[in-house]
């Protein structure tokens, strides 16, 4: 009989220990910076940047892909003869710049 209330003791001390370092491990992981994993990965914080549109352009849609920012232009007045805003931009996010150019032309 003492050894099975020792027992119980024993196993009553190793849950509470258990549970206490789940709260600290929880309670720890949100205290972390909300930008901590950005940093880690060597992105750093933008600010305002500003992208050089051609003029009579708008941005006409965005996605994202192989952690590249794609930016689809079209005119503003909606006139389709406009080449320079038939272009699709792609960004860097981490830097904001323009890493290349679509220009998608008829061949003739």
């Not at 549109?53 to 005119?75: F, H, I, K, Q, Y």
């Amino acid at each position: 009989m003492r050894a099975l209330k020792a027992l119980v003791i024993v196993m009553g001390i190793i849950i509470v220990i258990g549970v206490a370092i789940v709260v600290v491990t929880i309670v720890h992981r949100m205290q972390g910076k909300p930008g901590t994993a950005a940093t880690a990965t060597g992105a750093a914080q933008l600010g305002d940047v500003v992208l050089p549109l051609p003029p009579g352009c708008r941005v006409a849609e965005m996605t994202s892909a192989n952690d590249r920012l794609w930016l689809r232009l079209e005119p503003l007045t909606g006139n389709a003869a406009d080449a320079a805003c038939a272009d699709i931009l792609i960004l860097d996010p981490a830097t904001g710049s323009v890493v290349g150019r679509l220009s998608p032309r008829t061949s003739g």
